[in-house]
């Protein structure tokens, strides 16, 4: 029979000492709850973590609002680089650099996911949550919300929230419960992690630091996101089988006529390649989509616990930002008739669940369309040409025409919003240059263009 563990019937578990779980108790012991947060890891501020499978994050609006709340910002943008946009590396070896924003202005930050870990940690630990490292989850009773862990202990707290990843124990344990509904689909491509050094004996980089930098090679890509001790994290995507595929490149010498060919601007900046490639393990991708997301007030998940993304548009950890801090503002506007109330749990979860949901399937669709965007249409010329159409009306009116990457990237506008104005800008754009033959941008009439954004997207008094 399981014994007890130190966690009372009046603490919130937070299940996972994870970018989402370490945020979340931030923002839980700002109200002054009695926070407990589990992790089956050792804690990664005191043990050396495995490399080779943590892809960089991209940091942009919506994260950045969520730290806000908790007054981490300044802390957390001292360990980011900002990026400007997409640095292009033909396979001839040209360049071309493609800004994320209209006006050039606006950037996202790449950010080591285990330096944001760690700071997230010891915020939640100086606000006062109590952290059990080593401290593994078996299972959750949804009629008794009760946790039991490895070590045949268990505990029945007020609350819970998973934020235990995709793989999460937490949310396996209700999957069987009528009307539970899930989908679990890993893709035909996955990524192996490899690395630009910095220039030997300094912290400079070796390319332009202040970009995503992305190798578009039609069915597969690489992309290289700077880090400030002047490496770059590069991350190879491709098909998993197949021809070319990280299954074929299986020998030494096919490894390398493989990046000379494909990658020879990049090759003379990689010295480690054929050890990286070699030692680093392959990964897959998998996206998840799961509702309801609460049982009663007992439990809620939260990130990719219910709603995992590949990485292509950088929103993984930004979308799990924004659900805490959605869930946060359920607890203000049910709570605020009565302030200093007890958190009525089953309504907040209920509130956050139903105003994330439709927002998590969006954004999973936006993630998969990216992809194809980033290792294939970057690299097209009418792409190229609608980007730049894109650009010039946005400079043209830019309190009203936003591209559906300023919308997901710097604003915190629903995900839903941005698929629906990103369809309505497809509109625009599909009448501006039906009959530019040439692909000169400098021919779309702005008088046109002021007529079909001013139709679309008027501006507010």
Known sequence: MSSSVDIGDKSVVVAGAGLAGGLLACYLRKRGL??????????????VVDGGRSINLALSERGINALKGIGLLEDILSITIPMYGRYIHAVDGSTMFQPYSTDGKECIRSVSRLDLNKRLIDCA?????????EKQITRFSPRSGELFFTDDTKCAPLTVVATDGAYSPVRRSIMNAPFFDYTQKYHAHGYKELCIPPIEGTTKHRLEVNALHIWPRGTYMMIALPNIDGSFTCTLFMPLKGEPSLESLDSDEKVMAFFNEKFADAVPLMPTLLHDFKSNPTSSLMTISCFPWSVDGRLALLGDACHALVPFFGQGMNCAFEDVFVMDKCIDELTASAPGQEVPWEKVYKKYEVLR??????????????????RDKVADKVFQFRSKVAAKVGKAF?????????????????????????????????????????????????ELAKTLVDKHFPLQH
């Open 398 to 446: 830019p309190n009203q025409f936003k591209t559906r990457y300023e919308l997901v990237s710097f604003s915190n506008i629903p995900y839903t919003d941005c698929i629906k104005r990103g369809l309505v800008n497809d509109s625009i754009i599909d009448e501006l240059v039906k009959n530019i033959t040439d692909f000169d941008p400098e021919k779309v009439d702005l």
């Open 34 to 47: 009695n926070v407990h947060v589990v992790e089956r890891r050792p804690d990664p501020r005191s043990h």
């Open 125 to 133: 630990e100086r606000a006062g949550a109590k952290l059990h490292f």
């Open 357 to 374: 949901k439709p927002n998590a399937d969006a954004i999973l669709e936006l993630a998969l369309d990216n992809y194809i965007e980033m």
